[in-house]
């Protein structure tokens, strides 16, 4: 499998620099500010610099870490959904539970055509595309995503 040509972040006073935390070295948040080429914006930025602030306020009752058996099943399921097989799309009209769709319009790990695709064939979908962002999405918008969340529960 081949990788994308890693892009050069640009950040927006958040201590991000070429997708690293420079205050702990690690890469996990730099993916937050990165879109696609020519995608990267003001508002955008702003957004993902807002999230990094949030995220350092938090002090306690930190998520568990991600298991290496889940890190792999996510891998195996991301490949999968890279390679469509239309038979398996039939399967998904039979689900009536209500279910939100929710996706960042420039989202590289999971495309916002793939989004479109499933709310088409779920027939009791409700998408929301996110403008200027990628795979951050809720965190660049945490509100609105939390209310649109919380009014699709209450429904």
């Known amino acids: 499998m081949g990788h ?4 050069q972040s640009r950040t927006h006073d958040s201590g991000v620099r070429n997708g690293n935390d420079n ?8 993916c937050l500010l990165r879109h696609r080429k020519g995608k990267n914006t003001a508002s955008s ?52 539970q209500p279910t939100l769709v929710a996706d960042g319009e420039s989202d590289i790990l999971m495309p916002a055509k793939n989004s479109h695709l499933l709310a088409k064939y779920l027939p009791d979908a409700q998408l929301h595309i996110y403008p200027d962002a990628g795979h951050g999405f809720l965190y660049q918008y945490a509100v609105k995503f939390g209310t649109e969340v919380n009014t699709f529960l209450d429904r």
């Open 4 to 7: 994308a040509p890693r892009q």
């Open 23 to 30: 205050t702990t070295g690690s890469p996990r948040h730099g």
């Open 45 to 96: 930025q702003a957004a993902g610099g807002e999230f990094l602030q949030r995220l350092g306020e938090r002090t306690t009752d930190h998520d568990a870490p991600s298991s290496l058996a889940t890190r792999d099943h996510q891998l195996t399921a991301w490949s999968e959904w890279g390679i469509p097989d239309k038979s398996k799309f039939v399967r998904l009209n039979a689900l009536f």
